[in-house]
């Protein structure tokens, strides 16, 4: 495809341009039918990259419907108002364009004195490879192993590329390899709560789990956007990294289908400890029914069948159609789709500290579980799960509780939307190397959430609750003897500065009698979520200065 930049629009040439342009009308055009009446905070990155003095590329990568490209289009129109020389080539426009192309009009970019190269949808840029062992033809992008020849050829010393892919994993491949620190990055895949809000207008939380994570849309179906943003993105990455490079990887066993089928099943996998909760409580707490007694506690709770969580891990591998594949081997498949996902932005890592008693002994198994970062599949993801739950109650329970069970069963499912939610979100907001947050269980208790400052091992607790009223019951386990035993021998000199229980009600400080007088802040999910750094300012010398309630 032949452009000529005159035509573009941006600025005089008479130099034949063969990659894609998008003139500076069709970048108008883009970003009025975007409507982004205020733009994402990593424009702030952007900003702060486009006037520094630092000659580098950078990467914009994220999910579809994040942002990407309308954050790109609205800085080179703010660029080109500034009277900036910009070009902005497009892949999206043309997918047979090739990656020699770009080279050889990198070349006219530096001979027409361009300072910034905008390039959309780079991964794009692919060529067509046989497999050693398999007649497929697989499209496998070239900026992995390429990327090197952008920066040489002109981010060195003649101006700035900003640049994005869906693909996210080759742009983080090239970062890791031939790029290194040449390249800077900005992810857009996790659109947090407040800044949600911040693009949107006022949500509610439910509002917020049942749409949230990406840019809204009026005809927004998951079913679709799992499809082609999430699988056929992993799918592109996975042969990109395994099949052309020929860098070994359990996955390069399993056929297209059945590596689709494996990504549902490790989103699915994201939600294994909501069925294990709900196998350990038994519907024993009111505060899964916001207070009312549906019977389904005290001394007749009604019970799962022993094998419980086995039937429905089984059942959830039996949707995805994976009861094939060989148990010993799923592990591994699972471990390494778990690290690609991670990769994407699309599950966040946390730690689980259970606590187990060994002859006598308080024994600490830690192990790293992950949340789903984007609200809207969440739900979506655990409504897959709820539904396998479902069909082994049928089978395994009597018919005159399922209606009962399956009521409770979807109420702790929006339980667990919000608990997945502040988990997310705090690991997202506080610094790694200050902050850990951690779960913590044992056979008979629980805390949601606990965070620990690592300097000065001040340890905050929290309980997750999607009730909107204060329960004593929602705060016993703060006091349970394993969790204390648990923290005090885990950590050193351990001080509890806060004891919280987040949930929809008002936040208000609350003191419990029955409790040694403790003190509970009760704060308000949105609130939290809002700030969620606000509830960990630390002063030694006031203590009371740590409740929510006083800043």
Request: with cysteine; proline share 2%; hydrophobic share 40%.
């Amino acid at each position: 495809m032949s452009s000529n930049i005159t035509q573009a629009g941006i600025f005089q040439s008479d130099k034949e341009y063969k990659c894609p342009i998008r003139t500076v009308n069709d970048l108008r055009k883009l970003v009025d039918v975007a409507n982004i009446k205020r733009h994402r905070y990593v424009k702030r990155t952007l900003d702060s990259f486009c006037t520094d003095n630092c000659n580098k590329i950078i990467g914009i990568y994220g999910l579809r419907r994040t942002g990407k490209s309308v954050l790109m289009q609205s800085k080179a129109l703010e660029l080109i108002e500034q009277g900036k020389r910009i070009i902005y080539f497009d892949f999206e426009l043309n997918r047979r364009a090739k990656f020699d192309w770009l080279i050889a009009d990198l070349q006219l970019c530096k001979e027409d004195g361009v300072e910034f190269v905008f390039i959309d949808e780079i991964t794009f840029l692919h060529e067509k490879i046989n497999a050693d062992l398999t007649s497929d033809e697989y499209v496998v992008p070239e900026f992995p192993e390429r990327g090197m020849e952008l920066y040489a050829h002109f981010a060195q010393c003649y101006g700035k590329i900003i640049l994005s892919g869906t693909d996210s994993y080759s742009l983080s491949i090239a970062k890791g390899s031939s790029l290194f620190d040449r390249m800077k990055f900005i992810h857009t895949t996790h659109i947090p709560y407040h800044e949600y809000q911040y693009l949107i207008g006022p949500v509610t939380i439910l509002e917020y789990l049942n749409h949230g994570g990406v840019l809204p849309r009026a005809d927004m179906n998951w079913n679709e956007y799992v499809e082609t943003a999430i699988i056929n993105n992993v799918l592109y990455s996975t042969e990109a990294i395994s099949v052309a490079r020929a860098k070994h990887l359990y996955l390069t066993r399993l056929r297209r289908n059945e590596i689709k089928s494996l990504i549902l099943y490790a989103l699915a996998m994201t939600n294994i400890e909501f069925v294990e909760s709900l196998y350990r409580r038994k519907f024993n707490y009111i505060d899964l029914s916001d207070g009312i007694d549906l019977s389904c506690k005290g001394e007749n709770p009604i019970d799962y069948p022993k094998e419980f969580v086995k039937d429905v891990r089984n059942e959830i591998k039996r949707r995805m159609a994976l009861s094939h594949i060989e148990s010993e081997h799923l592990g591994y498949y699972l471990a390494e789709m778990e690290n690609i996902l991670h990769s994407l932005d699309i599950i966040v890592p946390y730690s689980m500290e259970t606590i187990a008693y060994s002859r006598g002994k308080l024994v600490v198994h830690s192990s790293i579980v992950y949340a789903l970062n984007i609200s809207g599949l969440r739900k979506y993801q655990l409504a897959l799960t709820v539904y396998a739950i479902e069909d082994v109650i049928n089978i395994s329970v009597a018919s005159d509780s399922k209606k009962l069970l399956t009521q409770k069963v979807r109420e702790s499912a929006e339980g667990r939307l919000i608990e997945s939610t502040v988990l997310a979100e705090t690991v997202g907001s506080l610094p790694d190397d200050i902050f850990s947050v951690i779960q913590c269980k044992s056979q008979d208790s629980e805390i949601d959430m606990i965070v620990r400052h690592k300097r000065s091992n001040a340890i905050w607790l929290f309980e997750v609750k999607r009730s909107t009223k204060v329960v004593p019951e929602q705060v016993q386990h703060f006091h349970a003897d394993e969790i204390m035993r648990f923290y005090t021998s885990r950590y050193n000199e351990a001080e509890i500065v806060n004891y919280c229980v987040i949930y929809r009600g008002k936040t208000e400080l609350v003191e419990f009698e029955e409790l040694d007088h403790t003190l509970v802040n009760y704060i308000n999910i949105e609130e939290y979520l809002l700030d969620i750094p606000k509830c960990f300012q630390l002063d030694f010398d006031c203590p009371e200065r740590n409740s929510w309630s006083h800043f």
